[in-house]
């Protein structure tokens, strides 16, 4: 690059690459901090694979070779359409691998529990039913730990079993009585299983119950290493009731420098939160579906901050309850990625003017 540019007079220069992960990451960091390159203004480019491949479509009968895929990535970029410089600042990259993978984590803490709740259905058929309390409380948890057999918690006195219960909550439970009560009447409604089996499915129990603990406990640790870095970073987004350091770092880390976008819009159709508009003559479509084409990390962090928000700021809590009440189906996931979208203008406007949250209203629901 150095050797073609070395004796001609260079206005713009800039350098694309297709974004493919960890492949991309290094040679675009090192492109991007190269001295050389910086002293003849060069910026480096990380684009998506998908609109390269659709922009390579208007050219007729073209090869798949590196060469003309390079040629394809330079017209892209001279043609100078949706295009994002990579984020500068290291404290965003580390917040960024950070906030990434304690999403991995939590989709798969998730998954673990829909398989600790099918293993329990086979245990205990009627025992989310019954029972009103967190399943997945330590108290619980113990209770299945303890590998009991239904016939034995069918007939242990509810005293005792109350005094387990309120022991292993450590003192927790309101009412441990009516819990206790609860638990023998599902123990009592369910079907039996034969030995071999009910053992195979206390084993499965406390492998799942360790596996969702580890999960927890290193959920725990890289949100404290997300709050440590989140100190040392000049950010309003936690001055909205709802968004702590974790829902703001997961937010800030995808969006990174807010001057790296023109307008909230922009901001919102990178995170995939926009709707394609289907018109054809007279025709023009009310039902339009979500385009699910962005980053899907910023866009679940903007989804489950607005789902925060709305319980204390009353204007978004109005404006959930309105689009939630458009709808006969699919009722609190409209409204809450319409809230979303909603949540991005705020966003937009706090990192860019670097303001603090002032709300009028604001109210716990």
Same mark, same amino acid.
Request: net charge positive; proline share 2%; aromatic share 10%.
């Given at each position: 690059?150095?050797?073609?540019?070395?004796?001609?007079?260079?206005?713009?220069?800039?350098?694309?690459?297709?974004?493919?992960?960890?492949?991309?990451?290094?040679?675009?960091?090192?492109?991007?901090?190269?001295?050389?390159?910086?002293?003849?203004?060069?910026?480096?480019?990380?684009?998506?694979?998908?609109?390269?491949?659709?922009?390579?479509?208007?050219?007729?009968? =073209?090869?798949?070779?590196?060469?003309?895929?390079?040629?394809?990535?330079?017209?892209?970029?001279?043609?100078?359409?949706?295009?994002?410089?990579?984020?500068?600042?290291?404290?965003?990259?580390?917040?960024?691998?950070?906030?990434?993978?304690?999403?991995?984590?939590?989709?798969?803490?998730?998954?673990?529990?829909?398989?600790?709740?099918?293993?329990?259905?086979?245990?205990?058929?009627?025992?989310?039913?019954?029972?009103?309390?967190?399943?997945?409380?330590?108290?619980?948890?113990?209770?299945?730990?303890?590998?009991?057999?239904?016939?034995?918690?069918?007939?242990?006195?509810?005293?005792?079993?109350?005094?387990?219960?309120?022991?292993?909550?450590?003192?927790?439970?309101?009412?441990?009585?009516?819990?206790?009560?609860?638990?023998?009447?599902?123990?009592?409604?369910?079907?039996?299983?034969?030995?071999?089996?009910?053992?195979?499915?206390?084993?499965?129990?406390?492998?799942?119950?360790?596996?969702?603990?580890? @999960?927890?406990?290193?959920?725990?640790?890289?949100?404290?290493?997300?709050?440590?870095? =989140?100190?040392?970073?000049?950010?309003?987004?936690?001055?909205?009731?709802?968004?702590?350091?974790?829902?703001?770092?997961?937010?800030?880390?995808?969006?990174?420098?807010?001057?790296?976008?023109?307008?909230?819009?922009?901001?919102?159709? @990178?995170?995939?939160?926009?709707?394609?508009?289907?018109?054809?003559?007279?025709?023009?479509?009310?039902?339009?579906?979500?385009?699910?084409?962005?980053?899907?990390?910023?866009?679940?962090?903007?989804?489950?901050?607005?789902?925060?928000?709305?319980?204390?700021?009353?204007?978004?809590?109005?404006? @959930?309850?309105?689009?939630?009440?458009?709808?006969?189906?699919?009722?609190?996931?409209?409204?809450?990625?319409?809230?979303?979208?909603?949540?991005?203008?705020?966003?937009?406007?706090?990192?860019?003017?670097?303001?603090?949250?002032?709300?009028?209203?604001?109210?716990?629901?």
């Amino acid at each position: 690059l150095l050797q073609r540019i070395a004796n001609q007079k260079v206005e713009i220069f800039k350098i694309g690459l297709e974004s493919t992960s960890v492949y991309s990451f290094h040679p675009s960091m090192f492109l991007h901090y190269d001295k050389e390159l910086q002293s003849f203004g060069a910026k480096v480019f990380l684009m998506n694979p998908k609109q390269i491949t659709n922009f390579k479509k208007s050219y007729s009968d =073209m090869d798949k070779t590196d060469e003309i895929d390079a040629f394809v990535i330079a017209d892209y970029l001279r043609f100078g359409r949706n295009q994002m410089s990579i984020v500068k600042e290291s404290q965003y990259v580390a917040l960024q691998q950070l906030t990434r993978s304690r999403y991995q984590l939590v989709r798969m803490l998730t998954k673990e529990k829909q398989h600790f709740l099918q293993h329990l259905s086979y245990k205990c058929n009627t025992f989310s039913q019954e029972v009103d309390s967190s399943i997945f409380g330590n108290a619980m948890m113990e209770l299945f730990l303890e590998k009991f057999s239904l016939e034995e918690l069918a007939d242990m006195p509810l005293n005792e079993l109350s005094e387990f219960l309120q022991a292993k909550g450590k003192n927790r439970f309101g009412d441990p009585k009516c819990v206790a009560s609860t638990i023998q009447k599902a123990v009592r409604s369910s079907y039996r299983l034969d030995k071999v089996v009910e053992d195979s499915i206390d084993v499965l129990l406390g492998t799942s119950i360790a596996v969702i603990r580890t @999960y927890q406990q290193q959920i725990k640790e890289i949100e404290k290493s997300i709050k440590q870095i =989140m100190a040392g970073l000049p950010q309003t987004l936690e001055s909205i009731p709802g968004v702590g350091p974790v829902f703001a770092a997961g937010i800030i880390a995808e969006i990174g420098q807010i001057e790296r976008f023109d307008d909230e819009t922009k901001i919102a159709k @990178y995170a995939g939160l926009y709707w394609r508009k289907h018109q054809s003559g007279r025709f023009t479509a009310e039902n339009t579906s979500l385009s699910r084409n962005g980053n899907h990390y910023l866009r679940y962090y903007l989804v489950e901050a607005a789902n925060s928000v709305r319980k204390y700021v009353s204007d978004y809590q109005e404006y @959930y309850v309105k689009k939630y009440n458009e709808v006969p189906k699919h009722q609190h996931k409209r409204a809450l990625v319409l809230t979303a979208r909603k949540f991005v203008r705020l966003v937009d406007a706090l990192l860019r003017n670097h303001q603090i949250f002032t709300p009028e209203r604001c109210v716990k629901v």
